[in-house]
């Protein structure tokens, strides 16, 4: 990792030039241009999920004490989240063109990991967390990793099983037939993916037959039945390709502490978790040529 004032020049160099080269096109607002910019912000949130830091003021006190002459005009924190809100799509567009300077893997993997935005013993009747769409709102689910109910969302990607870059995420309900979402993440894409390295919950012959129709194998975990026939060498392969994503999910979730997000909103949360994903993106390829 680069120290701290090069990362938010390097950053920043990366941000301000996809803008001038059209790669990252903002809707301009309407009144003057503020005294911060919006590749400022841009760089200042990439660089905070970078660094793994869990609270915006917080990091926002530490631009002010240490890093302010990089920031001469911060605004106050209200302003930085707002405006930070609004350009949630600008993330998107920067994860994308990031993750397209790496060639695709032909071998790629789907998971889906818990959001939670609140304790489940909190939970007392309806509330706000609502995306868009009549069927995007917080529910109970269960989360396999930790073994323990939880409450809210869960994140589904899309990754390389090589580099492990993320192709393609999105939001889903708690509860979750995963073999739907792993057809909307492929849609568009399976022709350029050769297999698919899934966990049981993925298992289906309706979802094996659709991929098979596009060209792309399914490959399951096998069953305690299936590994009595099955060579070791090609279980213990399985096993451990199969922990690729998990090693995703333990860097955006937990080391970049997704899944302690403190967003109050789903419009929150949307822009955590593509801040999120662009820095994990850009820690995989840019980052990774930089140092």
Not at 84 to 106: H, K, S, Y
Not at 162 to 185: C, F, H, K, N, Y
Not at 265 to 283: I, K, S
Request: hydrophobic share 45%.
């Amino acid at each position: 990792m680069l120290a701290t004032e090069l990362l938010f020049v390097y950053v920043y160099c990366l941000v301000d030039d996809a803008i001038k080269a059209g790669v990252l096109l903002i809707p301009r607002r309407p009144g003057p241009a503020p005294a911060c910019t919006d590749a400022e912000l841009l760089t200042i949130a990439l660089v905070r999920h970078l660094l793994r830091r869990r609270s915006e003021s917080g990091f926002l006190a530490e631009i002010r004490r240490d890093w302010g002459h990089l920031f001469p005009h911060l605004p106050g924190q209200p302003e930085v989240n707002r405006r930070t809100r609004w350009l949630w799509g600008a993330f998107e567009q920067l994860r994308a063109a990031w993750a397209d300077t790496m060639p695709a893997d032909p071998v790629q993997q789907i998971d889906t990991s818990a959001l939670p935005v609140k304790h489940p013993s909190r939970v007392r009747g309806p509330d706000g967390w609502t995306g868009p769409g009549n069927d995007l709102a917080a529910r109970f689910g269960w989360d396999g990793a930790h073994a323990e109910w939880f409450y809210g969302f869960r994140l589904a990607i899309r990754t390389d099983l090589g580099r492990r870059v993320v192709r393609a995420w999105s939001i889903v309900p708690a509860a979750v037939d995963e073999r739907q979402i792993g057809t909307d993440l492929v849609t568009g894409h399976a022709a350029a993916i050769g297999a698919l390295l899934q966990d049981k919950g993925f298992t289906g012959s309706r979802f094996a037959a659709e991929m098979a129709e596009a060209g792309t194998e399914v490959i399951i975990p096998p069953t305690r039945a299936q590994r009595q026939t099955m060579p070791k060498t090609l279980q213990r392969l399985i096993a451990r390709y199969r922990n690729r994503v998990e090693t995703s999910f333990k860097e955006i979730t937990d080391q970049m502490e997704l899944a302690r997000h403190g967003a109050h909103t789903f419009d929150g949360l949307l822009t955590r978790t593509v801040a999120t994903l662009a820095a994990h993106t850009l820690l995989l390829t840019g980052l990774g040529n930089a140092t």
